[in-house]
């Protein structure tokens, strides 16, 4: 990753910031902003990049998040489907009330597991017990098109 800080936080832009820490072989990854177009690629590369250096699951701490364009929920499918063949592994999502309108809309909180807190989710992750949400190949490219996301 490049265009690093020295505590660990990347700007995606000037409305979008990134940041991450590890909390055992979990990544957290703070995603504050309105994730717009031009942040989809920036996005996916960092997160993709994440999953690299990680072994256990990617939590996306998304309450900061007041708009997410298409392209960037297009970058968290993809993350997902890089994650998919490593086992036990999962990208979980902590989002805003407006990412969870999004997911809900478009059928992905069947892919991502969604939880309220930061606690919460790496409870969930430390104890592996739920069904880890897949991602078929077939909804993909087709998950998010044509779908409003703008309030």
Request: proline share 7%.
């Amino acid at each position: 990753m490049t265009d690093t800080t020295t505590d660990g936080r990347i700007p995606l832009s000037r409305y979008a910031q990134m940041a991450w820490h590890t909390d055992g072989p979990h990544t957290i990854t703070t995603i504050t902003g309105s994730l717009e177009v031009d942040e989809g690629v920036p996005l996916r590369e960092r997160l993709w990049a994440l999953v690299e250096q990680g072994s256990g699951d990617l939590v996306l701490d998304m309450s900061g998040v007041d708009f997410l364009d298409p392209t960037c929920l297009g970058a968290l499918v993809s993350t997902v489907k890089k994650v998919r063949p490593q086992p036990g592994r999962a990208v979980r999502v902590i989002p805003s009330d407006r990412v969870s309108k999004v997911l809900r809309l478009t059928s992905l909180t069947k892919v991502f597991p969604v939880h309220e807190t930061l606690d919460e989710a790496l409870r969930a992750a430390a104890s592996n017990t739920e069904n880890v949400h897949r991602l078929p190949a077939a909804e993909h490219s087709h998950a998010y098109d044509g779908v409003a996301t703008k309030p």
